[in-house]
């Protein structure tokens, strides 16, 4: 139990806050505050017994692409082992955990908990470990760090999605999950915070959290005193690796998209309309004389957008998106964040003296290149052994992600083995390969056989572009 919480408790029965006399009256006003306080603990019992069933540990295995910016590790290929949790939102097996849990694993084994009615009644305190079953990824969705798995069961102990608006800091929460591989344990906090922005340019919000969440814990629920899931346990701030109190949670009306669309469709579309929104500050209020200074001011309206069809201009508040006061930027893309491409949002706008409605068409927000590769690249199809890297073939799909190259054809380098070489003339990601020994190469498995077809000790000249120029990586195979 969280030992705020706890202490508060035990203060409260300690120290009556109202005085009696008497010695029966006190006992009798000990007593009652024992008995509440059994009544509290038995309560976070009986929640624990409801939720844990649904409860999974995760235990995946496969490659992975480092992450670290401009670290000397960056775009290596990593073979890991990883432990998380997961929740159960749907009997039919469907899964949520977090997408650092399972991305690029090409093994995902999902151990459920021994439930209490298939216990025998004279159990010890002690229980077997829960049946373990193979898992396979739906989908992954990296801008939320979800993942959505499945499995072949049915009937399964699930948790309802609650509705993370409704959150307010001081709520108490509890944390499931599998921290450090402890399978099936609970914690107790309260809610630090409901919509914390880490970057001012991020579209995601988190819970904030002081229920301890460590390693292990990531992809399990968080919940509410209801045993409803509103939030996902993702990540913490640590100086010390482990739980310091501050844990950070996906928002269940975030995740309920993200989950909706990917066992509906597969995938994960998100819209947005064309505009740049900003905060009013007082300073743009008293610069663009605005009637007010709080807010949102849109910066910029994008040429052939559906906001400049809707007749949005630049100058525009918006005061509410679907009835919601817009207090902020940060709060208008947040909300315009989760609508699906095909929504049509009502925009309450001032312009000058006159209040306008506009009805504006959502469309889909273009795909970035980590997102395209996720769905496109395994080490089954695109691993290039004998070189240590991933590739792709230079399509008109990666090209319109890249800088203008050269090439018409080739093969793209994404990633980087760990036992890759790293010496001066290796292979990096980003790199277009045209050609081997002189000869062109067409596409990643073109490259394969080039480069299988080479013995110990020939020569290998790859022509490459990096970073718009031209070069040749001359080498020979150890």
Do not use: C
Not at 85 to 104: K, Q, R
Not at 115 to 136: E, H, K, M, N, Y
Not at 233 to 242: A, E, V
Request: proline residues 6%; without cysteine.
């Amino acid at each position: 139990m969280n030992r705020n919480i706890l202490g508060f408790a035990l203060m409260a029965i300690a120290f009556p806050l109202v005085p009696t006399t008497g010695v029966a009256a006190q006992r009798s006003s000990s007593d009652a505050r024992l008995a509440a306080l059994g009544d509290l603990s038995q309560s976070f019992e009986a929640l624990s017994e409801r939720v844990s069933p649904a409860v999974v540990q995760i235990l995946a295995v496969g490659y992975a692409l480092s992450t670290e910016r401009d670290a000397p590790g960056a775009g290596l290929l990593i073979r890991r082992r990883v432990t998380g949790s997961g929740v159960v939102l749907d009997p039919d097996g469907y899964i949520v955990t977090n997408a650092h849990v399972v991305e690029g694993a090409d093994r995902i084994q999902v151990q459920f908990p021994v439930r209490v009615a298939d216990v025998p009644p004279a159990r010890s305190i002690l229980r077997p470990r829960g049946r373990t079953v193979g898992a396979q990824i739906v989908n992954v969705d990296r801008e939320t760090d979800l993942a959505v798995l499945r499995v072949v069961e049915r009937g399964l102990p699930h948790l309802a999605l609650g509705d993370s608006d409704e959150l307010r800091k001081g709520h108490v929460v509890f944390a499931f999950g599998s921290p450090a591989g402890l399978e099936n344990s609970v914690t107790l906090g309260v809610v630090s915070a409901v919509a914390r922005q880490l970057r001012s340019d991020d579209p995601m919000i988190y819970i904030q959290t002081d229920a301890p969440i460590n390693p292990g814990s990531s992809g399990g629920p968080l919940v509410d005193v209801r045993g409803r899931v509103v939030g996902i346990n993702t990540f913490i701030l640590t100086q010390s690796g482990g739980s310091e109190g501050i844990g950070f949670a996906v928002p269940s009306n975030i995740v309920r998209n993200v989950f909706q669309q990917i066992k509906l469709t597969g995938r994960v579309e998100r819209g947005e309309i064309g505009v740049h929104s900003q905060t009013i500050t007082p300073v743009l209020a008293e610069g663009l004389a605005l009637l007010h200074d709080w807010g949102v001011v849109l910066g910029d309206v994008f040429p052939g957008s559906p906001a400049e069809r809707a007749g949005l201009r630049v100058g525009d508040l918006i005061l509410t998106l679907d009835g919601k006061v817009m207090e902020n930027g940060r709060q208008f893309d947040v909300n315009l964040y989760r609508r699906a491409p095909g929504d049509v949002v009502t925009l309450g706008v001032l312009r000058g003296a006159d209040t306008l409605t506009v009805r504006v068409w959502v469309v889909g927000r273009p795909v970035d290149l980590d997102a395209y590769l996720s769905r496109k690249v395994t080490p089954e199809e695109n691993l290039v052994p004998k070189l240590g890297v991933l590739a792709v073939d230079l399509d008109d799909g990666v090209r319109a992600f890249l800088p203008p190259l050269r090439g018409r054809a080739g093969a793209v380098v994404v990633a980087r083995a760990t036992d890759a070489s790293s010496r001066e003339g290796g292979l990096l990601r980003g790199d277009a390969i045209y050609s081997i020994n002189g000869k062109p190469v067409a596409g990643v498995e073109q490259l394969r056989a080039a480069v299988a077809s080479l013995g110990v000790g020939e020569p290998v000249v790859l022509q490459v572009e990096r970073r718009g120029r031209l070069m040749y990586l001359g080498f020979e195979f150890e």
